[in-house]
């Protein structure tokens, strides 16, 4: 890796905290439940702190969300997330497992992409005193959260010993093999897009691996329904596209809903229209795991 793209992935990570604050407008629901309970999950690549939330009331039983934060896989920031985990169980009544997964610089794929999965396998297994049931388990994110999502959706699929009950793919980033598209000017910067190969998947050879880009996967059958988020001006809006489209080629049930004249930020820049849409996929997330 190059020294300055080191020096900008570590300023990224460890300023998140501070500088990420998107999703302040769209605090509906959810923001007098309890700060979440930490637990520490271990995966192949060591312990994972993980920040659960549930609601006040008895929570559905034996459901859990897995939810994946997004930051291009180089801000370590569970909590730019913390808006939409304390909506969803509001709003659901399904407890929210937010992953603190490690990202670049320090690690490089497939560390969090392991670690995420094996988070959401151990919640499939039971949760330990969360006591949760494999087929009420669902996972999600935004952006390289979305990708996360996808592929933990492939890799317990190739497993074949449990299977996300469906898969939340926020504005997804799904493919980072194709270099076509990339001077293509936007919210996320042609800059930024090079920065998370550069970064996160160093080697090239591994950026055309189905469980990295699954948009290259041969074979999408077999997988959990989909909801597909995308917006009409977000670079990434063909991934989610094309990616909706194969599901289906597939047989996979998807649910695909675009939000008109949004580039990446696609439920800040209108929050009246973020509120059906966040209705819309708690409703699938609960529907799925009740």
Known sequence: MRLNDRITAAAMHATARWTVRYGEPLRFAGSDLPRPRVVRVPTRHGRVRV??????????PGAAHVHFHGGAFLMRYPFMDDWWCRYLVATTGVPVLNVDFRAAPYVAYPVAHHQCHDVAAWA????????????????????????????????????GRWLPAVQVLGIPALDFHDEAGLDEPGMITPELRRLVRRAYFPDPATRREPWASPLLAPDLSGLPPAVVLTAERDVLRHDGRRYAARLREAGVQVLHDETPGADHYFLTENPVRARRTMALVAEAVRAAVS
């Not at 039971?126 to 592929?151: E, M, Q, T």
């Open 124 to 159: 499939a297994a039971g949760g330990g005193d969360l006591r949760l049931h494999a087929d009420r388990i669902s996972v999600g994110g935004f952006s390289s959260g979305g990708n996360l999502a996808a592929s933990v959706s492939l890799q317990a699929r190739d497993g």
């Open 51 to 60: 920040h659960v939330y549930r609601p006040h009331a008895d929570p559905v």
